[in-house]
């Protein structure tokens, strides 16, 4: 058995283990890079939860674990906490909510800083970790822009939680909420107008690729409708597996991962060769008129 083989065996009965893996994970250190090595990528299933801020993912993530808990379950959460554009901290406070799981020997939560790295490719990582150790593993997303896209990704399943009041459908059209999910949950069913918001919704989803995005309402504060999400979850699950989406959804993650390793790691080369003696030179013949731009690429292109 390899060093990597016997950690992950260890990690799955020690949070502490299971963590110093992780971050060696993150750091894509070579242990990092072995443990990966030593996990499939077709194993386990990842549940996102996204919507806008303030929705409650968080609460209603607290009860769907609880829930799958009783089911029997082992669960692994990854939180990803915005950043401050200001000082570039992280708010914890989802964590903070969290607590309660912490002390749950069978449910594991790690919080990835968004301001480090691409979040979508580290958090799809872990996920293959955690899964790989017989979790079930629940993705909170930041619900906006790109990092929610590359957050998504990551999800077999996709979640998407709204509540009442939160505006007009034309609204969801436009943020692409409307294609984006697998399940929708209207939360916060405790408050006015919830039914009608949740008649709606269901109105405007269409079935994509053969399953019909079920809209549930819950009020995750009171714990009401939980039983029934995780229910749709599971089915979904089960829907993703028989039809060949599940691999489907994998490969094209893996095939954006890899994508965006392989610019990056030409980026590096060409600003390599940019910043030094050849780069000087094309951008000295560019600038002056003896070379056009097009050209230069073709040089670059060639040099790569
Ligand atoms: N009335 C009511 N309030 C709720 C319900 N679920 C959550 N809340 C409250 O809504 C607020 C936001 O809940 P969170 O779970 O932190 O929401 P979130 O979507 O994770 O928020 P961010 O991660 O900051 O985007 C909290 O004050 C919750 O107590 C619910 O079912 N009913
Ligand atoms: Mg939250």
Avoid at 136 to 158: L, P, Y
Avoid at 239 to 263: H, N, P, Y
Wanted: a negative charge; charged letters at 30%.
């Amino acid at each position: 058995m390899s060093r990597a083989e016997e950690l992950l065996e260890r990690a799955s009965e020690s949070k502490l283990v299971l963590s110093k893996l992780l971050s060696e994970v993150e750091k894509g250190s070579d242990l990092g890079i072995e443990v990966l090595r030593s996990v499939s990528y077709s194993s386990g299933h990842v549940i996102g939860f996204t919507g806008p801020p303030g929705v409650g993912k968080s609460t209603v993530i607290t009860r769907v674990v609880h829930e799958l808990r009783e089911r029997g379950e082992r669960v692994g959460i990854i939180a990803v906490d915005p950043s401050s554009p200001f000082t570039g901290g992280s708010i914890l406070g989802d964590r903070i909510r969290m607590k309660e799981l912490t002390s749950n020997e069978h449910i594991f939560i790690r919080s990835l800083s968004s301001g480090y790295g691409s979040v979508g490719i580290t958090a799809g990582k872990m996920a293959r970790v955690l899964t790989h150790i017989g979790m079930r593993v629940v993705v909170e997303s930041v619900g906006a822009g790109q990092m929610d896209t590359d957050i998504m990704r990551v999800a077999d399943t996709r979640t998407v939680v709204l509540m009442p009041e939160l505006g007009d459908d034309i609204q969801m059209i436009k943020a692409g909420i409307l294609e984006i999910g697998d399940i929708y949950v209207v939360n916060k069913s405790d408050l006015p107008n919830a039914d009608v918001m949740a008649q709606r919704l269901a109105l405007s989803l269409k079935k994509r690729e053969g399953w019909e995005p079920p809209v549930v309402m819950c009020s995750a504060i009171n714990g009401e409708g939980i039983e029934e999400l995780v229910d749709h979850i599971l089915k979904h699950e089960d829907f993703l597996r028989k039809s060949g989406i599940f691999e489907d959804r994998r490969k094209s993650a893996l095939l954006m991962e890899l994508e965006e390793m392989t610019v990056e790691s030409f980026r590096g080369h060409i600003r390599k060769l940019l910043t030094g003696k050849k780069g000087k030179e094309i951008i000295e013949k560019v600038f002056n008129g003896d070379m056009d731009i097009n050209s230069a690429l073709k040089n670059l292109q060639n040099e790569g």
